[in-house]
């Protein structure tokens, strides 16, 4: 069990689209907005840890124009996830320069998140420690996972928030804004990368 909380640990602190959205939101929206969005990736992330642990997820990725179309997606919706943080702007006169990503925005990254698929089979095929009782090990994992995932969120969004506090300049705010979108761009190039 505590190899399988050190995976959960290890897999989602490493940089992927929800990590890296979630820093980007808190920076260019603050606390209480990114707190909606962090709730649409929590409730996201267990839709599709429901669809891996009941190999729906499996059964549709197997389907080569199913797995063309989420790729096609998820590239589509990343970058302009990415083009929202990057051009959320320069808070001049505390004025937010577009409406902020809310809970439907998180909700909807982590069905087309590459990463957490990878996480979720990884986490829910492997680190068997009940293999006499399946159904509550697979419930005392989801716990788990939960119980790891939120603090990391909540962490990567005040790093976001901390980043938004520092009274930057609006070119430096940009300039920011544009690193994480870059981040999360690259962690998801790594990630489409590594599938090939």
Known sequence: MLAFAAAVFFLIVTPGPGVLSTAGVGAAYGYRN????VAGLFVGNNLVA???ISGVAAMALAMPWLRTALLIASLAYLLWLAWRIASAGARIGFVEAST?????NGLALQPINPKAYVVGTTLFSGFAFMPDNIWLETII???IMNLIWVPLHLGWLGAGVSLRRLDLSARTQRVVNIGMALSMLVAVGLAL???T
């Open 50 to 52: 429901l669809l891996v």
């Open 141 to 143: 994992k989801l716990l």
């Open 34 to 37: 990114g707190l909606a969005y």
């Open 193 to 195: 990368f590594s599938q």
């Open 100 to 104: 902020p990503l809310g809970f439907w």
